[in-house]
């Protein structure tokens, strides 16, 4: 098992699972090292969160910690760079994407005393904090702008601007998501960019570590295909049989790569 599999263990430590994204691209990187950095990002964080604040003030002193004094932002200009979706990366840059500025929001939140969920928002990850009576978050977080709070509204209008009011608003859009969860999105964000940029050996690790994570049957699918790309046809061959015996929906156009691994595994001999 490789380090990511390591930080799979019950119960999961995002951030800690979230720095070893990493190592797809930087096997030597030290790990270490930048969980403690986390660390005493979070003791200043603490430092100037005033504890008898309500939770809207907390949430304004973190993130103006992180926002204006750290400088983190969203990176509009190069959004599918691979670095934006590394830790330790958006730390040394200041620059991410929604989630991975969100990790890095909840980490760090968590490390100076709060409480914070990741939200699988559609088209838009966020960070939401506190509880009404009926066990709803009511305060959540936009870390790719800089931080600004939001209010269910606020989250409302957002989904419209993402999705042009192809998705309707529910109540559902705001649940907090697990550590797996978050990791599952991160993973497959990674997978789509290095797959653009045809980087077939890294995406071929997205997908592996997709696979640790129990991420659906898709992904046996997606890793037969890279191996497919990459002419490994034994692996090829042994996913898309493993990804067909689920009996999914594409099975006809699988079939057909199927066949062509085969036949470029006779050809081996």
């Not at 958006?90 to 969920?117: D, F, K, N, Q």
């Not at 709070?149 to 957002?158: A, I, P, S």
Request: glycine fraction near 10%.
């Amino acid at each position: 098992m490789d380090s990511f599999g390591e930080a799979l263990r019950d119960p999961i430590d995002l951030g800690r699972a979230a720095l070893r994204l990493g190592l797809v691209e930087d096997a030597e990187l030290d790990l270490s090292a930048w969980e403690a950095q986390l660390d005493t990002l979070g003791a200043a964080a603490a430092e100037r969160i005033p504890s008898e604040a309500d939770l809207r003030e907390k949430l304004r002193a973190l993130t103006g910690y992180l926002f204006a004094e750290l400088g983190l932002l969203g990176n509009e200009q190069d959004y599918y760079d691979p670095r934006n979706s590394y830790i330790h990366k958006v730390l040394e840059r200041g620059l991410g994407i929604p989630i991975s500025l969100s990790v890095v929001t909840i980490e760090i939140g968590r490390r100076a005393g709060l409480r914070l969920h990741g939200i699988g928002f559609p088209a838009h990850f966020l960070v939401g904090a506190g509880q009404n009576s009926g066990g709803e978050l009511e305060v959540f977080v936009d870390p790719f702008h800089q931080g600004r709070l939001l209010d269910r509204e606020g989250c409302e209008e957002l989904l419209r601007r993402f999705t042009g009011g192809a998705i309707p608003f529910n109540a559902e859009l705001l649940a907090p998501i697990s550590a797996p969860a978050i990791l599952t999105r991160m993973l497959r964000n990674l997978k789509g960019t290095h797959l653009r940029r045809g980087e077939l050996d890294l995406a071929l690790l997205d997908v592996d570590r997709l696979i640790l994570l129990d991420a659906g049957p898709g992904e046996r699918r997606d890793r037969g295909l890279i191996q497919l790309a990459r002419r490994v046809y034994p692996d090829a061959v042994s996913d898309l049989e493993a990804y067909l015996a689920t009996e999914p929906s594409d099975a006809p156009l699988i079939e057909g790569r199927l066949e062509e691994a085969r036949r470029g595994l006779e050809r081996m001999g």
